[in-house]
């Protein structure tokens, strides 16, 4: 029988999906709703893109003076980049 403070927990981590202390998307603050609310924002997918720290803060100060998020700006960025470069493609 097991004993100690790990007894009793399921294994993986506390919540037993094998993540570790990872909490599953069922737990994260207003998943839920957010997906019921708006199931077109769900299916968007994430890209991760290293910026030198220079990059960042400006993006991060236009971001905030124009009150949105830096995401928001990103996307605009890669959907001005792309309708300007692929005019000549076709």
């Known amino acids: 029988m097991a004993h100690g403070p790990s007894a009793g927990k399921p294994a993986g981590g506390p919540f037993g999906n094998g993540l570790g202390n990872a ?12 997906d019921r609310e708006n199931p077109v924002e769900t299916q968007k997918k994430v890209l991760y893109v290293r910026l030198s720290p220079e990059l960042h803060n400006r993006l991060k100060v236009a971001a905030a003076r124009r009150d949105r998020p830096m995401s928001d700006l ?3 960025a890669v959907e001005r980049y792309l309708e300007a470069t692929e005019e000549g493609d076709g």
């Open 23 to 34: 909490r599953p998307l069922a737990y994260v603050k207003g998943a839920r709703n957010r």
């Open 74 to 76: 990103a996307r605009e």
